[in-house]
């Protein structure tokens, strides 16, 4: 249907674009008319509607709490994010020591930067969250690791 509308209309144009040349000799306007069919075809198509296949009844299922376990020594906290971020961050600090001890292998230092930007962003969101009385044992496990990691970085 819109392949015979569209046809349609560009022959008119057409029409319309010919027929409004200008004769050379006299600078006067030749009028033309054509007859054009303006008349809608319609077609009916009859959509067959999908067959549903009806669903057993099952009962769900509760997901189970995931479980994440803090490493020994860290503080332990209520939220889960911040036990994912304890031990994410408990896993950089151990891949920085094995950096450290290479001395010299760029590739694991290269490795830890994209590692450090996640941790930071990770963070960021983690600090918006947080109690008070969790903030302030995330605060002190912070700067025991940031004397870690200036250690570490004291011997390269």
């Given at each position: 249907?819109?392949?015979?509308?569209?046809?349609?209309?560009?022959?008119?144009?057409?029409?319309?674009?010919?027929s409004?040349?200008?004769?050379?000799?006299?600078?006067?306007?030749?009028?033309?008319?054509e007859?054009?069919?303006?008349?809608?075809?319609?077609?009916v198509?009859?959509?067959?509607?999908?067959?549903?296949?009806?669903?057993?009844?099952?009962?769900?299922?509760?997901?189970?709490?995931?479980?994440?376990?803090?490493?020994?020594?860290?503080?332990?906290?209520?939220?889960?994010?911040?036990?994912?971020?304890?031990?994410?961050?408990?896993?950089?600090?151990?891949?920085?020591?094995?950096?450290?001890?290479?001395?010299?292998?760029?590739?694991?230092?290269?490795?830890?930067?994209?590692?450090?930007s996640?941790?930071?962003?990770?963070?960021?969101?983690?600090?918006?969250?947080?109690?008070?009385?969790?903030?302030?044992?995330?605060?002190?496990?912070?700067?025991?690791?940031?004397?870690?990691?200036?250690?570490?970085?004291?011997?390269?």
């Amino acid at each position: 249907m819109k392949n015979i509308v569209l046809s349609s209309l560009l022959c008119l144009f057409l029409v319309s674009v010919a027929s409004c040349k200008k004769d050379p000799k006299t600078d006067q306007v030749e009028v033309i008319e054509e007859v054009v069919d303006s008349t809608d075809v319609v077609e009916v198509v009859e959509e067959k509607k999908p067959v549903v296949k009806k669903k057993k009844k099952t009962t769900k299922k509760k997901k189970k709490a995931t479980v994440i376990e803090v490493p020994a020594g860290a503080p332990s906290f209520k939220s889960t994010a911040a036990r994912k971020y304890v031990r994410d961050y408990e896993a950089y600090v151990a891949n920085y020591k094995k950096a450290v001890e290479s001395k010299g292998d760029m590739d694991a230092f290269l490795k830890l930067s994209k590692s450090s930007s996640d941790l930071t962003n990770q963070y960021r969101k983690l600090i918006s969250t947080l109690p008070a009385d969790e903030m302030e044992k995330m605060s002190k496990y912070m700067q025991e690791k940031t004397k870690q990691i200036d250690a570490l970085s004291r011997q390269m």
